[in-house]
């Protein structure tokens, strides 16, 4: 059973910086599509970033280019999301997702976590 745990949200002013961190378990994700989405509270779930197993390709949202970078740390079975410069749109709940597609839809994603939140205020 494939399982993504994700840890490191909080709260924050804007302008400051947190490391997001998804473990995954539970299959072989060597070919695999590990991504970041994100759901602000009335809002529908939206992609944020996505990046190969292997680290050779990523992609991101516009609204967080620039300012978000996610990597790998394959030998420690981890992904990451780090976040600087971080607004007020950024607050949300942020789920780690896996799929084997290299896609920002949120249906080439069938493995999820449970999300992790990030509030950041004034």
């Known amino acids: 059973q494939v399982r993504l745990v994700e840890s490191g949200g909080g709260l924050v002013q804007a302008g400051a910086s947190l490391r997001l961190s998804c473990l995954p378990s539970g299959r072989t994700f060597s070919r695999a599509i590990l991504a970041w989405f994100r759901q602000a509270p009335g809002k529908e779930r939206e992609f944020v970033a996505r990046?190969?197993?292997?680290?050779?390709?990523?992609a991101y949202a516009d609204s967080v280019k620039g300012r978000f970078t996610i990597s790998m740390n394959a030998a420690k079975n981890a992904m990451f999301l780090h976040m600087n410069s971080l607004k007020l749109e950024d607050t949300g709940v942020y789920y780690c997702?896996?799929?084997?597609?290299?896609?920002?839809?949120?249906?080439?994603?069938?493995?999820w976590g449970r999300g992790t939140q990030v509030t950041v205020s004034t």
């Open positions: 990046i190969w197993w292997a680290a050779v390709g990523t």
């Open positions: 997702a896996a799929g084997n597609r290299y896609s920002s839809n949120i249906d080439d994603f069938p493995d």
